[in-house]
Each structure stands twice: as C-alpha cells, then as structure tokens.
C-alpha cells in the first residue's frame, strides 16, 4: 500500500520535517534528555504553534480536521528524530479520548487548552498485577455526593512529571477482572493525596508510578459514562497502535538509512562493509522488514480514518507484525555497527531503545499475536 498524501499532508510533512531539522538534532536531543526536567517546554510550544497538537481533532471542536493520518504523519516524524515531548500522550491518548467520550462541557473547557499547547496530559491505566488487560484493575472509585474518592496505585504512567492533568481508570462497580464497571476520571496533577514516585525510562523519557490515597475528584470529571472505560481504553489501544507503528517506522527509516551509510565507509579486512555479500542480504531484508511495516502502518490508519469495521483485529495484527519487524531492524543495525552501536553517542542504541519501549506498551507483539488468533 502506498498513501498518495494530500498537498496539505505534505506541507504538513514538510513543516515538521524543516522544525526538526532545525532544531531537534541529535546532539540537541540528548541535551534535552539529560535536562532536569527531561523534555524542552521551548520545543513543546513550537510544536503547538506549528499546529501539530490541533492537527489530529475535529474542526467542529476547532481542530484543523486531519484526523489518523494527520497523527500517522507527525508520529512518522516524530520517531525519525527520537522526539521525547510528550505529544503521544498529551494529544493522542489524553486528547482522543476527551474528543471520543468527553461531555461538550469537557471538550470545551479541555480540548482547547491541549490543541493550543498550554497543558499537558497523560493516561493511567496499568497496575502491576493488569499487565495489558484493562480490566485488571485494583484502583477504586467511590461516590461521596458530588464528589468521587479515588484509591489505588498505577505504574508506569509515561509523561505523569510532566503533566497538568492525568485521565486514571478505576472501579466503580465490581473487582478486579470484571469486563464492567470501570469507570475514566480527570485527576489534577497536583491533587490533594496524589504522589508521584518519578523515574527514567529505558529510552530516556520520564515516567512515574501514582498513589491515589483517596484523592476527591468531582462528579463532573468523569469521562464518559460510568461502568463503560472499558471499551473507551479499547477504542484508545487501537488508536495508540497505529501512532506507535508510526513512530516506529520512522525510527526503522533512519536505522536503515544509518546501517547503509556506515556499511560504505566502514573496512574490514580491507575492503567496505558493504561488498560482503552475507551483509548485503541482511540490509535487504531490513529494508523488506520497513516496507511491509510502512504498508501495515497505512493500512491501519487508512481504515481508522474511514472508521471500518474489525479494527480491534486489524490494530493487533499492524502491532504484531511491526513491533517484530522494528526489533529485527533495530538488532540488525546494532550488530552491523559493532560494538559502537550500543554507544551512548552513537543514534543506533538510542533508536534501540525506543523501539523496545514501543514494543511493549499496550501490549508486545506476542500478546497481539495471541489477541489477533483469538479474533479470527
């Protein structure tokens, strides 16, 4: 499959492609990654000037209507210069789900400030025992009048140091396991009772494990219909898959292009890397891996877009097939740049790592595999 682009979507393209190469090199990147605060604010709203956060919603919300392939596009980018601005969960997770379920009241009073750059989201859904089954959850929430009492714990919540507001799932029906009863919620960052226990991710981002030690939120800030967060985080998985293969299609374009580049300059035993002929054929098969994973990526956020039916089906497969064919590139080009490839100065181990933590957030392509057989 091979999307012809809009002459909007490549202008689109282009806006990102000139923003990032003028001011998101590597060197610069690994400079903002060892920040205190791990992530560039400066950066942050030069994507929301360029329109990138409003690109994605609705015009009917004030949106610039650019919907899955909007999101494929800047994630596709985004993952060609290892972008670690929380832009995944601020606007594809947090903002997808307010624009899907929120109430008119919600998107008004939220949606605007995520589209405009000026605060900053994520979404806690994993507790240790869920590991990717939603309704695993422990996390309670109890009705106190106008008011809902949260309690519980979630883990690694990417983006939570850096947030203003976080969309928690907990129970408000049922135990832990139930397919009903579990229910979404608006917390403040900075609510009475919420910790944060901060820490780095493999790939240099930030994230953090929350306690909920009964934090009051009002009845006003649940998300969507009591008892129905199951199918909303559903719906969400499927959305966050196809941005994810995005980004790992932009992250396996600049490995193959960094694995070639270093296999004609690169000698061993006199003579180029490339002219070995067992050399040539991996590099072949890592740019077969990144043409079927380009295919797939479309496929997914084509049939988004147009809303087609079996897309649960379709999500897990793309992640399945992507997530494998992102780690073959990954440790091919590791192992054909040696022992430097894992350096910290070198892209290739960094490209590495961000693909492993791609690979296992809303499911590893194992669990897709199983889930994909098990919708056949």
């Known amino acids: 499959m091979d999307i012809q682009f809009t002459e909007e979507q490549e202008l689109l393209r282009a806006s990102i492609q000139r923003l990032l190469h003028d001011q998101y090199a590597f060197d ?10 791990g992530f560039s604010r400066r950066h942050w709203t030069a994507l929301a000037d ?36 929380p832009y995944f969960e601020t606007v594809v997770l947090a903002g997808g789900r307010i624009a899907a379920v929120g109430s008119a009241a919600q998107r008004a009073a939220y949606l605007p400030k995520i589209m405009d750059g000026r605060t900053i989201w994520t979404l806690g859904w994993a507790e240790r025992p869920s590991r990717y089954d939603f309704d695993k959850v422990e996390t309670t929430a109890r009705r106190d009048g106008e008011h809902y009492v949260l309690s519980g714990k979630k883990v690694a919540v990417t983006a939570a140091p850096w947030a203003d507001k976080l969309i928690v799932s907990a129970r408000t029906v049922g135990d832990s396991g139930d397919g009903t009863g579990l229910s979404l919620f ?65 992250a396996m374009t600049e490995l193959n292009a960094a694995t070639l580049a270093y296999s004609k300059t690169r000698k061993q035993f006199g003579v180029t890397l490339g002219t070995f002929q067992v050399l040539q054929h991996r590099m072949v098969d890592m740019f077969i891996a990144l043409e ?13 877009a147009s809303n087609e039916p079996h897309l649960s089906r379709l999500a897990s ?46 499911g590893d392509p194992a669990f897709h595999l199983m889930r994909y057989a098990q919708q056949s």
């Open 186 to 250: 608006v917390v403040d960052r900075h609510a009475a009772n919420l910790h944060l226990q901060s820490f780095r991710t493999i790939d240099g981002r930030r994230a953090a494990e929350l306690v909920l030690m009964d934090v009051r939120v009002p009845a006003d800030d649940r998300l969507g219909a009591e008892g129905e967060g199951t199918a909303a985080l559903e719906a969400c998985r499927d959305r966050a898959i196809a941005a994810q293969c995005a980004e790992a299609v932009g």
């Open 292 to 304: 079927e994973s380009i295919s797939l990526t479309q496929h997914l956020n084509l049939s988004l």
């Open 28 to 37: 610069a990147r690994r400079k903002i990654v060892a920040s205190d605060e």
């Open 317 to 362: 497969g793309a992640k399945s097939k992507v997530g494998t064919a992102a780690r073959f590139v990954a440790d091919q080009s590791v192992q054909l740049h040696g022992g430097m490839g894992m350096s910290d100065e070198l892209n290739v181990g960094h490209y590495f790592k961000r693909i492993s933590a791609i690979n296992i957030q809303f």
């Open 50 to 85: 360029l329109g990138l956060c409003a690109a994605p919603f609705d015009e009917s919300v004030g949106g610039l209507g650019g919907g899955a392939l909007a999101t494929m596009i800047v994630m596709q980018e985004f993952g060609r210069h290892l972008v670690v601005e």
